[in-house]
């Protein structure tokens, strides 16, 4: 079966059409919210295989399982190929990855069943001072009402 080359979760990444290089952007290992419950709007999981000859052919089922704090259901990403080449990829997205508290979010990686890697993230205690981030998002808070001035009232 392929050997694993890398297994790295980010916000984000790419892969340059000219070159065939893969850029990873703001690899994530810790998150501090600002409050719970937070939802993560897009993280990726990048894998990369190699494979020997003489794997060429072979079928190969992929598993990424998230689990995190608070999440009830684990998100599965699943993939299966046939080995055709040295290097495969695998690119998961995962939108709308709710954190519902303290603790880590394990990203586990199986190949035909069998564990090969897992990626942790921190979530930290939740900062109010924290700087905003755009890719995490809070539920809409009802701010409290003020008793608006009304206009004069003419006789």
């Known amino acids: 079966m392929p050997t694993l080359e890398y297994f790295i979760v980010g916000r984000g990444g790419s892969v340059d059409q000219f070159t065939n290089t893969v850029s990873i952007f703001s690899i994530l290992d810790e998150v501090t919210p600002r409050r719970f419950p937070m939802m993560m709007l897009r993280i990726m999981a990048f894998v990369g295989w190699n494979a020997a000859d003489e794997e060429r052919g072979h079928a190969v089922n992929v598993n990424i399982t998230v689990r995190g ?6 998100f599965v990403s699943d993939l299966d190929f046939t080995v055709e080449r040295k290097r495969h990829r695998h690119v998961a997205n995962f939108v709308g990855l709710p954190v519902r508290g303290v603790g ?10 069998e564990p090969v890697a897992h990626h942790h993230i921190l979530v930290n205690e939740p900062d109010a001072n924290a700087l905003p981030d755009g890719w995490m998002m809070y539920a809409h808070e009802e701010q409290p009402t003020v008793d608006e001035p009304q206009p004069a009232q003419r006789d």
Request: avoid cysteine; hydrophobic fraction near 30%; aromatic fraction near 6%.
């Open 104 to 113: 880590e979010i394990e990203f586990e990686l199986r190949m035909n069943g």
């Open 69 to 74: 704090p608070g999440l009830e259901n684990p």
